[in-house]
């Protein structure tokens, strides 16, 4: 069935470092990525997404890439900074049908100052 | 803000009560999709609205129901309460369009507790 997998569960970092986080998906009908911040007790927010037609995507220090023949898509943040502290989910969808999103299990990002 | 609503914030309830959950979508939008998620967890798919109509259904039994108003609110029911039952329940607003349907921005949730 459908899954994504999602790496690391935990991720510390110091203040102004990069972290990336790593998701795998199995549909491949999949052509939607989206990731979400959640901080605790808040509602999801998303924070950047691509579509299956575009392989890398920027939007000031947040990238993300797409390998379709892999089935691999990454988070990149660069100068990192406390307020980026938060658990990061990603999640894949199909562009046809209902709009499910199936989402990974989340990543727990620690930035120290 | 996205400008999606949930209510209630929070609520308590025992084993083998009934609940209700509300939701109102953001402005425009014609699709609600609700989430379950656990603590710890990532958000899973329970079903979606469409135009009032339910339009697609994840792993939950049928005690797991809902509805779509005109104005595209949507309620969330869960009959006879488990335990398990407790957790962030999240509806998530979109827009579908004949071509397809993308972002979906997420109410604040309702933290639903079983005893």
């Known amino acids: 069935g459908e899954n994504v997998e999602q790496h690391p569960s935990t991720l510390s970092v110091q203040e102004g470092d990069s972290a990336v986080i790593k998701c795998t998906y199995s549909?491949?009908?999949?052509?939607?990525f989206p990731w979400y911040k959640q901080e605790l007790g808040k509602r999801p927010q998303l924070i950047i997404d691509?579509?299956?037609?575009?392989g890398e995507k920027k939007d000031q220090r947040i990238a993300v890439t797409l390998n379709k023949t892999a089935k691999h898509f990454s988070l990149h943040i660069t100068e990192t900074q406390p307020e980026d502290s938060a658990v990061y989910f990603c999640?894949?969808?199909?562009?046809?049908?209902?709009?499910?999103?199936?989402f990974g299990t989340g990543t727990r990002l620690l930035v120290s100052p | 803000e996205t400008g999606v609503t949930q209510s209630p914030t929070h609520l308590i309830k025992t084993r083998g009560q009934q609940v209700t959950l509300r939701c109102s979508s953001q402005?425009?939008?014609?699709?609600v999709s609700w989430y379950q998620q656990a603590l710890g967890q990532g958000p899973q798919f329970i079903f979606q609205?469409?135009?009032?109509?339910?339009?697609g259904r994840g792993n939950f039994p049928p005690r797991f129901s809902g509805l779509q108003f005109p104005n595209y609110s949507s309620e969330l029911n869960v009959n006879a309460l488990e335990l398990d039952d407790s957790a962030l329940y999240l509806c998530?607003?979109?827009?579908?369009?004949?071509?397809?349907?993308?972002?979906?921005?997420f109410g604040p949730g309702t933290r639903l507790l079983v005893l």
């Open positions: 998530a607003s979109s827009l579908a369009t004949r071509t397809g349907g993308e972002t979906q921005y």
């Open positions: 549909d491949s009908a999949s052509n939607y």
């Open positions: 609205y469409y135009r009032e109509e339910e339009n």
């Open positions: 402005s425009g939008h014609n699709t």
């Open positions: 999640a894949a969808k199909r562009n046809t049908g209902f709009q499910k999103l199936v």
């Open positions: 691509i579509r299956s037609n575009v």
